[in-house]
């Protein structure tokens, strides 16, 4: 069933993840579009995506979009790089009319334009990184491109257990990205939403050379594009606090939303998938 509800200004920007990694875009789109309401579902009963297959990943983005689309969003924004690599059709098609923009594409082209040396690499899960998502969307802006790519599996449990600063992050950190940095690459994506915040580390190790780009503030300016183009932007004063859908509350859940968005624990409900 197609639901063609009216877009209105004053309606949402839907966002979902695979799990709380997401809450790097939800940041990223607070500080580029500061009064717009943003409804985020993130679906921790079945973090991670990566590791899974492609006909389950298109199952679940199916449902997170349908979850999103009951509260008749202006724009949805799919936060899950996997998802984003392996079922953005999915989402379009489950949401009719409304905007979908996803965060390997936006990526991609920011990453296309900072290139200096035409080498990119791209770090992300298993399933995005087998997809070439990345490197087929950055070829897609210019050919001339080199892509090189590295699953880090590991960078989301250690990113979810708020192991930020940690002896063991750096050294697997070390191991997944002394490869990719020995390519001669001068800007590295990151291609995952849980990797920003291991950014810290990724950057020490790389070094000051290398450009990082952060999915998620490439994400939230082409939001911003495609509402002004709509005609969307939200005309309301009033800062909102981003209201949080999940489909299983994590003790983690609310440790590491205060470690991401640097605040108090929000607005959260837990919702049956």
């Given at each position: 069933?197609?639901?063609?509800?009216?877009?209105?200004?004053?309606?949402?920007?839907?966002?979902?993840?695979?799990?709380?990694?997401?809450?790097?875009?939800?940041?990223?789109?607070?500080?580029?579009?500061?009064?717009?309401?943003?409804?985020?579902?993130?679906?921790?009963?079945?973090?991670?995506?990566?590791?899974?297959?492609?006909?389950?990943?298109?199952?679940?983005?199916?449902?997170?979009?349908?979850?999103?689309?009951?509260?008749?969003?202006?724009?949805?924004?799919?936060?899950?790089?996997?998802?984003?690599?392996?079922?953005?059709?999915?989402?379009?098609?489950?949401?009719?009319?409304?905007?979908?923009?996803?965060?390997?594409?936006?990526?991609?082209?920011?990453?296309?334009?900072?290139?200096?040396?035409?080498?990119?690499?791209?770090?992300?899960?298993?399933?995005?990184?087998?997809?070439?998502?990345?490197?087929?969307?950055?070829?897609?802006?210019?050919?001339?491109?080199?892509?090189?790519?590295?699953?880090?599996?590991?960078?989301?449990?250690?990113?979810?257990?708020?192991?930020?600063?940690?002896?063991?992050?750096?050294?697997?950190?070390?191991?997944?990205?002394?490869?990719?940095?020995?390519?001669?690459?001068?800007?590295?994506?990151?291609?995952?939403?849980?990797?920003?915040?291991?950014?810290?580390?990724?950057?020490?190790?790389?070094?000051?050379?290398?450009?990082?780009?952060?999915s998620a503030e490439a994400v939230a300016l082409r939001t911003r594009e495609l509402l002004e183009e709509s005609g969307h932007l939200s005309s309301s004063l009033k800062v909102s606090a981003p209201h949080l859908l999940v489909s299983d509350l994590p003790q983690k859940f609310s440790m590491l939303y205060q470690l991401f968005m640097g605040s108090e624990l929000p607005d959260v409900e837990l919702v049956e998938v």
């Amino acid at each position: 069933m197609m639901l063609h509800h009216k877009v209105t200004t004053e309606a949402p920007i839907g966002i979902f993840d695979s799990g709380i990694g997401g809450l790097t875009v939800v940041k990223a789109v607070q500080a580029a579009l500061p009064f717009e309401r943003i409804l985020y579902f993130g679906d921790t009963a079945r973090v991670p995506y990566g590791p899974k297959s492609q006909v389950t990943i298109r199952k679940y983005a199916a449902d997170d979009t349908a979850m999103l689309m009951r509260y008749q969003p202006k724009i949805i924004i799919v936060a899950c790089n996997t998802v984003s690599a392996l079922a953005l059709d999915v989402v379009q098609k489950s949401c009719g009319v409304i905007p979908v923009t996803g965060v390997l594409r936006a990526g991609a082209r920011l990453a296309t334009e900072v290139t200096r040396n035409n080498r990119i690499g791209v770090i992300g899960t298993r399933a995005t990184v087998s997809s070439n998502a990345y490197g087929i969307a950055i070829n897609e802006f210019n050919s001339e491109i080199e892509v090189v790519s590295r699953a880090c599996p590991l960078f989301v449990p250690l990113a979810e257990e708020g192991f930020i600063d940690h002896l063991a992050t750096r050294l697997i950190a070390e191991e997944y990205l002394a490869e990719i940095t020995r390519e001669g690459i001068d800007t590295l994506v990151l291609g995952c939403t849980h990797y920003p915040i291991l950014r810290k580390v990724i950057e020490e190790i790389v070094g000051p050379e290398i450009r990082i780009i952060d999915s998620a503030e490439a994400v939230a300016l082409r939001t911003r594009e495609l509402l002004e183009e709509s005609g969307h932007l939200s005309s309301s004063l009033k800062v909102s606090a981003p209201h949080l859908l999940v489909s299983d509350l994590p003790q983690k859940f609310s440790m590491l939303y205060q470690l991401f968005m640097g605040s108090e624990l929000p607005d959260v409900e837990l919702v049956e998938v």
